[in-house]
């Protein structure tokens, strides 16, 4: 009896010691994500240039998005410019309900002059600098005949971006009970709203399709007609409460709601991030929460190169040919892939390679002649535990794939070689069938 205790409690020593170390393996990727203790309820990083996503907290929930619903009706304001279809110095008439919405109190606004003439350019510095939600409603109008018709554009643009959980209900972000009556779409209390992954999706592709955005979002302090300076909500620009080094955009948003959000981006040496908040806890925290973001980012996060220039996969360095004066051929990557990833993760990426098939023939073989360069598929990178969050949208995906090509140049083979391959396969054949008769008899 003592004998079995002795080995039961040896047995049990080993077990507990062997689960311990099993609870510190790598196991789900999101499970293991950083804890950067941010009071927000969900927040997203992104290379700004290919979209790929280093971080996300809940960046599925569908959030009330306030004013940051603003970066839509910026994209459709430049897109109607670049179509011509509205112009930078086109005058736009205040009306009645502009006006009187100008002067609600509680609002983030300049006042806009019933009657008076206001450039497009006066009204979008209004909307993309101090949030001015009268003069976005000036601009959604003159886009679309009425706010109501703008908001169906804005849903449409949205399916065309890529989101894929949204709603918008209005031009502006602000709460339906807000606009005096004049409700676009939803019911009197409704907003606008979205996930952390699509607000991050339409910042990235705001200033990817229209750079000149930035020229606009960087600005700390409006200097409107009126003689007043309206200071840019966004705090963590040059000259203000919280200034970044780099921060050039984009978006603060805040309701009773939505909480207290911010979609900020920034760049240092040619590398930019993109980062979301939503429904932080107060207006200084969403700063707080961003810098957190972005320190991360700059602070563990660069350009790193994962494959080389001419690799070749191992085990796939050629393909078969068919009728050609050689059997394979070599192939190689034909650039290098570079990625920006956690720089402790470098060595967590194997390469992939992807042969296209529609370049071989139903054996499974190119078909000569293969000339040197022709492009066989592509060469991507995969994390060998599935750490890797993957990118915002496909586009983004295909920068991290390089074309796989033909190292050397196979030509077709003539028909005296091809008959001699014939003549040869056809003995192999016989050889081969021989042999094997011959194993049996023993």
Not at 90 to 107: F, T
């Amino acid at each position: 009896m003592k004998r079995f205790s002795k080995i039961s409690l040896i047995f049990i020593t080993v077990l507990t010691l062997v689960l311990s170390q099993l609870a510190f393996l790598p196991n789900d990727a999101k499970a293991n994500t950083v804890d950067l203790g941010l009071k927000a309820e969900a927040a997203i990083i992104l290379d700004g240039k290919t979209g790929r996503i280093l971080y996300e907290k809940n960046a599925d929930k569908v959030l009330g998005i306030a004013s940051m619903s603003k970066m839509m009706t910026e994209y459709i304001v430049l897109e109607s410019i670049k179509n011509k279809k509205i112009t930078w110095d086109q005058k736009v008439n205040i009306n009645e309900y502009i006006h009187k919405l100008s002067r609600a109190p509680g609002l983030s606004n300049v006042g806009l002059t019933q009657g008076e003439d206001y450039t497009v350019k006066e009204l979008y510095e209004a909307m993309a600098i101090y949030s001015g939600n009268a003069a976005t409603v000036a601009l959604a109008e003159l886009i679309s005949g009425s706010e109501k018709n703008f908001v169906v554009l804005m849903n449409k643009k949205a399916g065309e971006l890529g989101l894929k959980d949204y709603k918008f209900v209005n031009s502006s972000g602000l709460n339906n009970s807000s606009l005096m009556g004049n409700i676009p779409a939803g019911n009197e209390n409704e907003e606008n709203v979205m996930t952390a992954r699509d607000t991050a999706t339409l910042a990235y592709r705001l200033i990817t399709d229209y750079p000149e955005a930035l020229e606009y979002s960087k600005i700390s302090r409006l200097k409107f007609r009126d003689g007043r300076e309206y200071p840019n909500f966004n705090w963590m620009l040059p000259g203000l409460i919280y200034q970044y080094e780099g921060v050039d955009g984009l978006k603060t948003g805040s309701t009773d709601f939505a909480g207290f959000g911010h979609t900020a981006t920034a760049i240092r040496d040619g590398q930019r991030y993109i980062t979301v908040v939503m429904k932080s806890t107060s207006k200084t925290e969403r700063f707080e929460d961003s810098i957190k973001l972005m320190n991360y980012a700059f602070g563990n996060f660069g350009k790193e190169e994962l494959v080389p220039a001419n690799y070749q996969v191992k085990g796939h360095k050629t393909i078969p040919v068919a009728d050609g004066k050689a059997n394979s051929v070599k192939i190689e990557s034909k650039e290098a892939i570079t990625a920006v990833i956690n720089h402790a993760n470098k060595e967590n990426y194997k390469p992939e390679l992807v042969i296209d098939e529609k370049k071989l023939n139903k054996n499974g073989k190119l078909e000569a002649p293969v000339k040197k360069g022709d492009v066989i598929g592509y060469l991507t990178v995969k994390s060998k535990d599935g750490t890797d969050y993957g990118f915002i949208d496909e586009a983004g995906a295909k920068t991290a794939r390089v074309d796989v090509v033909a190292a050397e140049t196979v030509e077709k083979a003539n028909w005296f070689v091809l008959s001699a391959q014939a003549v040869g396969g056809f003995f192999a054949d016989i050889w081969s069938s021989a042999s094997e008769t011959v194993k049996g008899w023993f």
